[in-house]
């Protein structure tokens, strides 16, 4: 599979998956069974259970609207991503108010708006600790981490360096960076010519352990379940003889799939470690493996869709709506990134 492909596949399968999760976030895995009578395969309008609601079927939201963000940028700073191409997308997408109004988590809405004012202080209540958004030790580093990987295909060490640059700009802690890193280094892995699932596997793991070391020299080190020992977990849960759907609905209540970096990352490393021959159906089984659906679907995208397979027609038709839907030209995208690329 070419390069182009690859950023093509991660392109495809975060969109899909964050449009497509985004139907389902906030229910249970039994809940998504009961509601719509087994796990959901297509794009559907958000009901009013889910933060989505008043989207059409198939568009994106913050997930992937963040990766896109981050992207245009790059190429408008001659393919360099650093922190202030960083600021500068982030500031650009928070002006956009049916992504930023709606979507935008607590950790993400502290940044924003420290860098729209510098001098801006966060008060707490009388007798209370202050509040530090950068501290909370939330997905929202891992589900825009994409560009680090895309930007540094088979570079793990550069996709490692990306990710902390993008992750300390709206999370600044070390569970955060250690998540994030993990994805990283894994969709970078999985950008090499011949990659294989394994492969991203055990690059996670090392991005992971990599940015333990590099949060403790550059970042705030927060308290929190480990992000490495709990993929591991997901992993040996993957490896087991059970049926899929019980696993699946093991990693939902063992490891989680929710707010956590420390739940969100192991759960989509445990995924794609039981759908090694189909990226499609790793982001269409975080769809369904309940809670913050949208967030694992982007991230299971991320280190998925280096193996998307582009003669599935059901993958072909789901990317040509997930574009019309939200007005993309995501393969323009990808080809633009491509050529930036040394």
Known sequence: MSRLDKIKGILALCAIGDAMGSVTENLSFDQIREVF???????????????????????????????????????????????????????????????????????????????????????????????????????????????????????????????????????????????????????????????????????????????????????????????????KLAMSIASGYEPKEVKLKKLSQIIGSGLLISEAVPCAFGILAMNKDNALQAVIDAVNVGYDTDTVATIVGTIAGPFADFSDSRLISLFEQVQKANDFNLEKLASDINSIIH
């Open 37 to 231: 009578g087994g796990p959901i395969e297509t794009f559907r309008k958000p009901g009013k259970t889910a933060f989505a609601l008043g989207n059409e079927a198939g568009e994106v939201t913050d997930d992937f609207s963040q990766i896109y963000f981050i992207l245009q940028e790059v190429l408008k700073n001659d393919g360099i991503l650093d922190r202030d191409s960083v600021i500068r997308a982030i500031l650009k997408w928070s002006e956009v108010p049916k992504y930023f109004d709606r979507f935008a988590g607590p950790t993400t809405r502290g940044a924003i708006e420290m860098f729209k004012d510098p001098n801006h202080e966060m008060k707490p209540l009388p007798g209370a600790v202050a509040v530090d958004y950068a501290s909370k030790a939330t997905n929202g580093a891992a589900m825009k981490i994409a560009p680090a990987a895309i930007l540094n295909p088979g570079n793990i060490e550069g996709a490692i360096d990306a990710s902390v640059t993008i992750s300390q700009v709206t999370h600044d802690n070390s569970l955060a960076i250690i998540g994030a890193a993990a994805i990283a280094a894994g969709a970078a892995a999985g950008m090499q010519e011949n990659a294989t699932v394994d492969e991203v596997l055990y690059a996670g793991l090392y991005g992971a352990q990599r940015a333990t070391v590099l949060a403790k020299e550059k970042s705030i080190v927060v308290a929190g379940s480990s992000v490495i020992e709990r993929m």
